[in-house]
T-cell receptor, first 111, second 114 residues
Framework: LAKTTQPISMDSYEGQEVNITCSHN???????ITWYQQFPSQGPRFIIQ???TKVTNEVASLFIPADRKSSTLSLPRVSLSDTAVYYC????????????FGDGTTLTVKP | KAGVTQTPRYLIKTRGQQVTLSCSPI?????VSWYQQTPGQGLQFLFE???????NKGNFPGRFSGRQFSNSRSEMNVSTLELGDSALYLC?????????????FGQGTRLTVV
């Protein structure tokens, strides 16, 4: 199983862009990178998923360098409601048992 | 469309008892995965079911078991409860197996063992 390392916590201010980096040095060739967001007392919510280069959707962008040993989740113009825990998962598609949630990054957005 | 429904939301049990938790996935989803979340261990994978078959099982003792029915609803059972089983139990449903392609989580069942 690929092990992931993220910062434990990050602070930001409303309106700023936030970048959260995840290290996954032992990523396998068929592994994908997926990010989830979790609010207190709720289940995680899917944000974005990618394999290489850059992926963008309506809420975030995911940057993956060529060696794929790390990835960066980018949240543009955060608001107070983006305060949550963000998890990076690495694993092959179609196999939940091989995708491990790390410790997550607690993002606190301040006014 | 309706989201993932987990019942009950809260549960208090005594050590040694057994408990059954239920998860109704989004209509049309055939995959259900279960997770245990605790402050100390984080989110840990329990098992994954797809079309009534257990595809994967996490590193949990045999006291933890589960099943999936033909309508994709899933249940997990914990027997001989221990204090350390107190946790938030989450299930996730997705169209295909795995949680890497937009899985949807329920709000969880908060189990307290006293």
């Amino acid at each position: 199983l690929a092990k992931t390392t993220q910062p434990i916590s990050m602070d930001s201010y409303e309106g700023q862009e936030v970048n959260i980096t995840c290290s996954h040095n032992n990523i396998a060739t068929n592994d994908y990178i997926t990010w989830y967001q979790q609010f207190p007392s709720q289940g995680p919510r899917f944000i974005i998923q990618g394999y290489k280069t850059k992926v963008t959707n309506e809420v975030a962008s995911l940057f993956i360098p060529a060696d794929r040993k790390s990835s960066t989740l980018s949240l543009p113009r955060v608001s107070l409601s983006d305060t949550a825990v963000y998890y990076c998962l690495v694993g092959p598609r179609g196999n939940a048992g091989k995708s491990t949630f790390g410790d997550g990054t607690t993002l606190t957005v301040k006014p | 469309k309706a989201g993932v429904t987990q019942t009950p939301r809260y549960l208090i049990k005594t050590r040694g008892q057994q408990v059954t938790l239920s998860c109704s996935p989004i209509s049309g989803h055939r995959s259900v995965s279960w997770y245990q979340q605790t402050p100390g261990q984080g989110l840990q994978f329990l098992f994954e079911y797809f079309s009534e078959t257990q595809r994967n099982k996490g590193n949990f003792p045999g006291r933890f078991s589960g099943r999936q029915f033909s309508n994709s609803r899933s249940e997990m059972n914990v027997s001989t409860l221990e204090l350390g089983d107190s946790a938030l139990y989450l299930c996730a449903s997705s169209l295909s197996a795995g949680i890497d392609t937009e899985a949807f989580f329920g709000q969880g069942t908060r189990l307290t063992v006293v």
